[in-house]
């Protein structure tokens, strides 16, 4: 089983961006199998991504198991994924702004919102030299950033770019 799966014991389904050395790469069938270290977790994007996202990915290639779905993507998959937390985010906000959201009252978003940026550990930012990730959040505007980050940073000459959708819940 690969590292990937070892280290993530949460029930449920997870989303991964994450990459693999192509001198390393066999076969998309084999992902369950790589050894330690192997695969490299770029960042998690939580549990709920619209089968959207899923469907406007660039797939190279793929493979699916009881363990969940694999999929080599093109790094021209970053913007599509980008694009969409985009236009959900704004969604969202003209829900809050026209009083339709039924999670926030305008007042209440903004109270949340203090809250978050209060923390003397932020929730949202990560100032941690020895971590990558950008954002601690999970919330679709705050990802975008290390999404940015990733597609800026990938090394396409190098690299595959995965697309791992766990089923933790059967991982473990």
């Known amino acids: ?63 699916d198991s009881d363990d969940g779905e694999f999929c080599i993507i093109d790094i021209e998959s970053i913007p599509v994924i980008i694009s969409h937390f985009s236009k959900k985010h704004i969604n969202f906000l003209n829900s809050v702004k026209s009083g339709e959201s039924r999670q926030f009252t305008l007042e209440s978003y903004i109270d949340d919102q203090i809250r978050q940026w209060s923390r003397p550990e932020s929730f949202i930012y990560n100032i941690n030299k020895d971590y990558d990730a950008l954002v601690n959040s999970w919330e679709y505007q705050y990802e975008i950033f290390d999404l940015i980050r990733i597609y800026k940073t990938f090394d396409v000459e190098n690299n595959y770019l995965l697309w791992l959708d766990i089923n933790e819940m059967h991982a473990t």
Not at 39 to 62: A, F, P, S
């Open 1 to 63: 089983m690969s590292h990937l799966l070892d280290r993530r014991r949460i029930m449920g389904y997870r989303n991964y961006i994450s990459s693999i050395k192509k001198k390393d790469f066999v076969d998309c069938r084999q992902l369950w199998d790589y050894d330690d270290g192997v695969i490299t977790n770029l960042y998690e994007l939580g549990k709920y991504i619209d089968n959207e996202v899923r469907e406007g990915l660039i797939t190279i290639g793929e493979s």
